[in-house]
């Protein structure tokens, strides 16, 4: 099981399981809403997520639903529109997220110029 939450404690969350991805995306929504150059998220089985606390939830496009922690404004959560049973947590809110490792860049030509992950993982020019 892994645990995670927001900086000030108001949202917590665990899930079990084994995500059935782990990415970065280089879009400029991602950075937006994390704040940083890229974004880095698993995505997740709904049925294995247990929330405490009301994340907040924000319409960022089209695409789906962003969830953040109404108190101190952490981003927490993407929920896909046609991925109704996955959600995407991000790696930044797990306490622990030594074992959680992306495996890809996605909208790597979005990627902001001056920063890079330097890797060898594959870059796909959209999130496969």
Known sequence: MLTGGCLC???RYRFTGTPSRVSYCH???CRR??????FAAALVARETLVV???PREYRSSRHGIRQFCGTCGSSLFFAFDTRADQIEILLGTLDDAA???????????ARIPWFDVKD???RHAAMP
């Open 52 to 54: 405490e606390g009301e």
């Open 33 to 38: 809403f994390t704040g940083a150059p890229v």
């Open 120 to 122: 060898d993982l594959p």
């Open 27 to 29: 879009c400029s929504q």
């Open 99 to 109: 074992d959680v490792v992306p495996t890809f860049h996605g909208f790597d030509a």
């Open 9 to 11: 404690g108001a949202v």
